[in-house]
């Protein structure tokens, strides 16, 4: 009835030694040391979890089961790999934590990353997306998208994809992204096997509604358009691309700004490829879903995760055939917000994507 046996379970963390690859080369015995029976750091623990037990009622903790977080995590590491090598199918969801290792960062503080926008009134990425801002001051919009396509496209898939993709090629798999930079495709991954949700900075469309659909440019439209360097604008401004049917001003389309404008034609085929593949996956089949660097700022794909492994566990509950391998095992691989509902195959990593395929590729 605890606060504590609600939540499952508490980590207490100590501080450790950490160097190499971060936590997952913590030094084992020291921390076994820290945490063995008769230590001051383990009394220390103890006495915490008696006073938690004080003030919080009957926890369900067991002292003799202090596990350090580098054991935790290895055990882990283990587990998730072993089910991402021997899962029939394998899903993919990958957010922006999946291209931090290729040269993509966060976009961190806007109004420190874009004083020349917020003094134009836009305050955030949804607003410099949206159909007014492509409409209302379009030479402000199309130079802060121009330095986008050019960053996003000069860096180059980095070592994870292609391990992602020699671990999964062999067998079906299906990538769903949120990320506008199109390094899957980039990293070789089949178009067929992908739907990138929120479309591509190299999407454009016309703003005036049902003018023709979506086109895919290549990175010579971005380049070709003349910007002023320190004010981030289209420069002379009546240089902005215009629609060759009805003269109106283009917008990326991307359904950052949710604003009735977006036309969502390569998002629905995206969509469709997604439905098509869950048809294709034999009933039986052991998934594997890796859910990539997906913050909880747009959670859709945390969401699509949740669904598909709370739909196949029901599935594979009724079947009359037992397995000792799981339906599904659902890992969530994040710095940050990385708690999931308990379940014995949903694998919290606290990790960085790159730490986490890394020791991936040393186990495997
Ligand atoms: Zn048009």
């Known amino acids: ?48 979890l008696k006073e938690v037990r004080e003030e919080y009622g009957g926890c369900n903790v067991d002292e003799t089961n202090l596990l350090p977080m580098g054991t935790v995590l290895s055990q882990r590491l283990e587990k998730g790999l072993r089910s991402l090598l021997k899962a029939d199918a394998v899903i993919i969801l990958a957010g922006a934590g999946m291209s931090v290792s290729s040269g993509i960062p966060d976009l961190g503080d806007f109004a420190t990353q874009f004083p020349e926008l917020v003094q134009r009134g836009r305050k ?42 020699k671990v999964v090629d062999s067998r079906p798999y299906f990538v769903v992204t949120s990320n506008l930079d199109g390094m899957f495709t980039r990293a070789g991954f089949a178009p067929d096997r992908l739907a990138e949700i929120h479309g591509t900075l190299l999407d454009v469309q016309c703003c005036s509604p049902n003018c023709g659909g979506v086109r895919r440019e290549t990175l010579n439209f ?3 358009l003349p910007i002023c360097p320190n004010r981030r604008v289209v420069t002379p401004a009546e240089r902005v691309p215009t629609c060759s049917r009805c003269g109106s001003p283009e917008r990326i389309a991307t359904e950052l700004a949710v604003d009735g404008y977006f036309q969502d034609d390569h998002v629905l085929e995206g969509r469709r490829r997604w439905e098509h593949f869950q048809h294709t996956v034999p009933e039986g089949a ?26 196949h566990r029901l599935r ?12 599904v095992t659902y890992m969530r691989i994040n710095t940050h917000h990385y708690d999931m509902i308990n379940h014995p195959d949903n694998i919290p990593l606290p990790l960085p994507v790159s730490e986490v395929f890394q020791a991936w590729s040393c186990l495997s």
């Open 1 to 48: 009835g605890s606060w504590a046996d609600q939540a499952g379970g508490v980590f207490l963390t100590v501080p450790a030694r950490v160097s190499g690859m971060g936590v997952v080369e913590a030094d084992e015995e020291a921390l076994a040391r820290l945490c063995a029976p008769g230590s001051a750091a383990r009394d220390a623990l103890c006495n915490g």
């Open 124 to 165: 955030n990425i949804f607003q410099c997306s949206s159909h007014e801002h492509f409409t209302s001051d379009p030479a402000s919009a199309w130079g802060f998208f121009q330095e986008r396509a050019l960053g996003y496209w000069g860096a180059e898939p980095s070592a994870d994809y292609c391990w992602l993709l």
């Open 316 to 327: 594979a509950a009724h079947s009359t055939a037992p397995d000792e391998m799981a339906p």
């Open 222 to 224: 971005f380049e070709d």
């Open 286 to 311: 052991k998934l594997c879903i890796l859910e990539l660097g997906c913050g909880i700022q747009m959670p859709k794909l945390r969401f699509l995760g949740e669904s598909v492994s709370n739909i």
